[in-house]
């Protein structure tokens, strides 16, 4: 029989490489989701067919479900992979005369700065469609020598005649005085009026000439392939009888509509995963905790968030396939490792597990789609923590003799050992590369994983975490029985998010109090009325104030979290607290110098409250007994698995143990304890972390 829903309900639709996935909330809390396979050649098509399944499982029609939906959230990874394949616009760059080179001569910086061998990626505006014009602006923000129409004209004749489909107007200090920008915007606009443009003063108003070029330039090359699919998308749900605007998760974790988005689509570039941060958050109120570090692991890469006391790590620095771009985001650490990562000997015989994936299709082998290479999920199949047979709703096909055969030719033989040596020393490998991850965000940056639960997200993560969080020295893991759809639940938890950013260029202690509130009064307002048109009263308005500080000197900033009125002191405490924590050290009495100004500007949504049930007694009773490999100082021995859907709120697991739920399977290490919370999400306490 079909769940019965209360409407109003909220939808968030998740496309990921594989699956595309859909979640409901209705008005009493309660959840459904529907998996459907991704369709990358037209992701339009694999949404609809996630809203028709859903709609066939509720028993409603499509136009029912989708008319009483209150808020309908996309996430998508589309902006990225159109930048990551290659099949971004044709662009058009215009510059100041003299610096039409900069985005080829970048900065210089590379990730490991005595790696200088790999080169750089392909340049998105080759030199004969960056094209200069006649005028300056001085550091000050001066006019020193006027726009030449004439010269743009010259230029845009040279673009139409190259086909460009988009143009980027980046001028020298335009974040101090746009006035050129936008002339130009305006001639582009009346003699070539089909042309996308993208202006840097819009997207990006920040000082660095290379990073405010490089981000407007990503902006124009996914705008005309994004900006259509989506507003495509969203004729189509309204067609089908959604009665609202669809809503976008942007790279910063907040929502905005399809038209506020298209003027910015580079913001969308982290879309996908960054809607995890509304998951996170609501897993806050449910763990009662807000010191958390998520790993989220799918089928080809782990991405790792931190949240610590309540706040989640942002950055404005992102790498996009090697190009650089400056948008306010969730600080997201990515790599390579997920059920599809590929593993094999080197001929020094050394074992390696990723960063290449099997992707979707053929997938790992024990899939039976034509894959060959042993992958991490071939492995788990062989160590007994996953079974064969269908999963995702019958969706994939799991076959462990493929996967032993895979591992058995690739790992075991090189290395002359049994298959299960090799599958452990392949979890192993992957669990380290995880580990070091977590303390990327964590350790590296002055906080001690020992404080934080380490959360299990993403279809594979809740079978790593235990172990990981074992390695940190995490005080618990906490799983959530819809992992495998964590963003899509993340976005059904997002609020509205507008992010504003004013250069100041001045000294912390010789900035006029004045006319800092004048400039912050500003943008509050910008903020207030964008929120107020979209229908958010002023006690459902949150405002977030933050500076970008500096030692002079030093050319990297230092976020920091202000309050008004203005306090150099209060300031300047909390930017030596957090240059401390980064570095080991401060300066006392160094000149701090004010680089930006931001403000977060959020409408907040009325939080989901998840339906919590009341305590069960009694123990609970295995689905069956299975011969898995729990770790290198028990091996292989009987181990209960449990079927997630038959265990209740207050009951408890000793492992070693599994459970497996709808979306993901949960590995409980020897004497760790897996209790069951009121949500039916799941808390593990671990033993005392082995050698």
């Not at 099949?87 to 005369?97: E, R």
């Not at 990503?218 to 507003?231: F, G, K, Q, S």
């Not at 107020?532 to 990297?556: C, I, S």
Request: charged share 20%.
């Amino acid at each position: 029989m079909a769940a019965v829903l209360r409407p109003p309900w909220r939808i968030g639709v998740d496309v990921g490489g594989t699956f595309t996935d859909l979640v409901v909330i209705d008005a009493a809390g309660a959840i459904h989701i529907a998996k459907s396979p991704t369709t990358p050649a037209d992701p339009t098509e694999g949404v609809l067919a996630a809203v028709a399944l859903a709609a066939r499982q509720l028993d409603l029609p499509v136009t029912g479900l989708l008319r009483d939906c209150a808020l309908f959230i996309h996430g998508s990874t589309i902006a990225t992979n159109t930048v990551l394949g290659g099949k971004g616009a044709k662009v058009g760059l215009i510059a100041t005369q003299g610096f039409r080179d900069t985005l080829e001569i970048r900065r210089g910086l590379r990730a490991d700065s005595w790696d200088h061998r790999p080169p750089w990626p392909d340049v998105i505006v080759p030199r004969k469609r960056r094209l200069a014009v006649d005028e300056r602006v001085d550091r000050r923000g001066m006019v020193t020598r006027p726009l030449d129409p004439e010269s743009l004209s010259r230029a845009l004749r040279t673009l139409k005649g190259e086909g460009a489909e988009a143009v980027v107007i980046c001028l020298l200090n335009s974040f101090l005085n746009d006035s050129h920008e936008r002339a130009c915007h305006e001639l582009i606009a009346r003699e070539w009026p089909d042309v996308w443009i993208s202006r840097s003063s819009q997207v990006a108003p920040i000082m660095g000439e290379y990073e405010r070029v490089s981000t407007t330039t990503i902006d124009a090359c996914v705008a005309p392939r994004v900006v259509p699919y989506l507003r495509a998308l969203d004729e189509r749900l309204r067609g089908l009888g959604l009665l609202r605007r669809l809503a976008l998760v942007q790279s910063n974790g907040g929502i905005v509509s399809v038209e506020q988005v298209a003027a910015r689509p580079v913001t969308l570039v982290l879309s996908g995963p960054a809607a995890g941060v509304g998951a996170i958050r609501s897993l806050s109120r449910a763990a009662g905790s807000s010191d958390l570090i998520c790993i989220e692991i799918g089928g080809t890469s782990c991405d790792v968030t931190m949240m610590q006391a309540g706040e989640i790590a942002m950055t404005d620095q992102l790498d996009v396939a090697g190009y650089h771009v400056n948008i306010p985001s969730v600080e997201i650490h990515t790599i390579g490792t997920g059920g599809g990562t590929i593993a094999g000997v080197d001929r020094g015989g050394m074992l390696w597990v990723g960063p290449h994936g099997a992707g979707a299709r053929p997938g790992p082998a024990c899939y039976g789609l034509g894959g060959e290479e042993p992958t991490v999920t071939d492995a788990q199949l062989v160590l007994g923590r996953l079974k064969s047979g269908s999963y995702a709703g019958g969706l994939i096909l799991l076959d462990e003799r493929r996967a032993a055969e895979a591992i058995e030719r690739r790992v075991a033989r090189p290395l002359g050992i049994d298959n299960t040596a090799a599958a452990a020393g392949m979890i192993r490998l992957m669990e380290q590369k995880v580990r070091h991850a977590v303390e990327r965000v964590s350790i590296e940056r002055g906080y001690d994983p020992a404080r934080f639960t380490l959360v299990a997200g993403g279809g594979a993560g809740a079978m790593h975490a235990a172990a990981v969080a074992r390695a940190l020295g995490c005080r618990g893991v906490y799983v959530p029985r819809l992992a495998g759809v964590f963003c899509a639940f993340g976005m059904c938890n997002s609020d509205v998010r507008h992010d504003y950013v004013q250069s100041w260029l001045g000294d912390l202690d010789t900035t006029d109090a004045q006319r800092f509130a004048a400039a912050f009064a500003a943008l509050d307002a910008k903020g207030r009325a964008m929120l107020e048109a979209e229908g958010f009263g002023p006690n459902r308005v949150a405002l977030h104030r933050l500076l970008d500080l500096k030692y002079t000197g030093q050319q990297w900033t230092i976020p920091v979290a202000i309050t008004l009125p203005f306090d150099p002191r209060a300031i300047r405490a909390a930017f030596e607290e957090s240059y401390s924590r980064l570095y080991g050290h401060h300066q006392p009495d160094g000149n701090i110098e004010i680089i930006n100004l931001r403000l977060a500007a959020s409408g907040l949504l009325p939080a989901v409250e998840l339906m919590a049930e009341a305590a069960a007694g009694g123990a609970p009773a295995p689905s069956e007994i299975r011969n898995v490999y729990v770790d290198e100082h028990h091996g292989r021995r009987p181990v209960r698995v449990y079927a997630g859907a038959d265990l209740r709120p207050g009951q408890s697991v000793a492992g070693p143990a599994i459970v497996e739920e709808a979306t993901t399977t949960v590995v409980v290490g020897a004497g760790d304890v897996l209790s069951v919370d009121p949500y039916r999400n799941y808390a593990i306490a671990l033993a005392e972390a082995r050698p």
